[in-house]
């Protein structure tokens, strides 16, 4: 192949970009500039059509770095520093001081792909013992990136119509974190909230036998599916024949869809046993 690479690097607030055509299995591109520079992102713009590899070093000085890349960048060595810890080139202590510090960047894109990572270690990696632990650290990590959208997580700012993208990519952030937080992570206080306002939607408290309309002012429409998700992990057994209830009762195929997915969520053997028996219900 003949494969056209850009390399920025820098030093302090500056950096440049070099670009060559590497036509060979093994080529050197001269670096510009009057020294070494402090980090190198071996693809520039996030436009190369490959992973990189860095030694412990190079991935150290680029982590001290990471807010001098674009967010295409960054999502660029997100994906590259995976493959490398995946590949046994970049030792366990390394792949999560990098994650640490992506979890932290201003680009929630970026943010949610180092929780991405976080996952696929606690449950493929990472003994059983560890879960109540990497849980935790997800906690101090992205706990804090909820609370600085504001002091209550389940109410969404009032739409003004005059909304930018930015205020776009902030909302999905606050739902992808509300998602991460509460079911991933273990969240409690955050799960038992969500849980309550689905027992509210749900209606729990109609006497059996009731026709029942589902509350829809107790929690906002992008939250619906992790509400019931939470009622089903925080409640089990009675929040669950409920649910069962309700769905069997709609002919709203959204709320259909989500209480199906909502229940898939179940961890409990006793409510894992009453929703696999539905597969066989006529």
């Given at each position: 192949?003949?494969?056209?690479?850009?390399?920025r690097h820098?030093?302090?607030?500056?950096?440049?970009?070099?670009?060559?055509?590497?036509?060979?299995a093994?080529?050197k591109?001269?670096?510009s500039?009057?020294?070494c520079?402090?980090?190198v992102?071996?693809?520039?713009?996030?436009?190369?059509y490959f992973?990189?590899?860095?030694d412990?070093?190079g991935?150290?000085?680029?982590?001290?770095?990471?807010?001098?890349?674009?967010e295409v960048?960054?999502?660029?060595?997100?994906?590259?520093?995976?493959?490398?810890?995946?590949?046994?080139?970049?030792?366990?202590?390394?792949?999560?001081?990098?994650?640490?510090?992506?979890?932290?960047?201003?680009?929630?894109?970026?943010?949610?792909?180092?929780?991405?990572?976080?996952?696929?270690i606690?449950?493929?990696?990472?003994?059983?013992?560890?879960?109540r632990?990497?849980n935790?650290?997800?906690?101090?990590?992205?706990?804090?990136?909820l609370?600085a959208?504001?002091?209550?997580?389940?109410?969404?700012p009032?739409p003004t119509?005059?909304?930018?993208?930015?205020?776009?990519?902030?909302?999905l952030?606050?739902?992808?974190?509300i998602?991460?937080?509460?079911?991933?992570?273990e969240?409690?206080?955050?799960?038992?909230?969500?849980?309550?306002?689905a027992?509210?939607y749900?209606?729990?408290?109609?006497k059996?036998g009731?026709?029942?309309?589902?509350d829809?002012?107790?929690?906002?429409p992008s939250?619906?599916?992790?509400a019931?998700?939470?009622g089903?992990?925080?409640?089990?057994?009675p929040?669950?024949?409920?649910?069962i209830d309700?769905?069997l009762?709609?002919?709203?195929?959204?709320?259909?869809?989500?209480?199906?997915?909502?229940?898939?969520t179940?961890?409990d053997?006793?409510?894992?046993n009453?929703?696999?028996?539905?597969?066989?219900?006529?």
């Amino acid at each position: 192949w003949q494969l056209p690479v850009c390399v920025r690097h820098g030093s302090g607030d500056a950096s440049t970009k070099d670009c060559a055509l590497v036509t060979t299995a093994d080529a050197k591109i001269p670096l510009s500039g009057p020294a070494c520079p402090a980090w190198v992102m071996p693809n520039a713009d996030g436009a190369g059509y490959f992973r990189f590899a860095l030694d412990e070093q190079g991935w150290q000085a680029l982590e001290k770095n990471l807010d001098r890349l674009t967010e295409v960048e960054a999502l660029a060595a997100t994906d590259s520093l995976s493959a490398a810890f995946q590949a046994d080139r970049l030792g366990t202590p390394a792949f999560l001081a990098v994650l640490d510090t992506l979890a932290a960047s201003r680009y929630p894109t970026v943010a949610m792909a180092a929780s991405r990572e976080f996952l696929r270690i606690r449950d493929f990696v990472a003994p059983a013992s560890e879960r109540r632990e990497l849980n935790a650290r997800l906690r101090s990590l992205y706990g804090p990136r909820l609370a600085a959208l504001g002091p209550d997580p389940l109410k969404a700012p009032v739409p003004t119509g005059t909304e930018t993208a930015a205020d776009v990519d902030r909302a999905l952030f606050r739902l992808n974190l509300i998602k991460l937080l509460a079911l991933e992570a273990e969240d409690l206080k955050l799960r038992g909230a969500l849980a309550t306002a689905a027992a509210r939607y749900l209606r729990a408290d109609a006497k059996p036998g009731e026709a029942v309309t589902l509350d829809e002012s107790a929690i906002e429409p992008s939250l619906r599916e992790t509400a019931l998700r939470a009622g089903v992990l925080e409640r089990g057994l009675p929040f669950t024949a409920i649910l069962i209830d309700r769905l069997l009762a709609s002919n709203d195929i959204l709320f259909r869809s989500q209480a199906a997915l909502a229940l898939g969520t179940a961890d409990d053997p006793a409510v894992a046993n009453r929703v696999r028996g539905l597969l066989l219900d006529p």
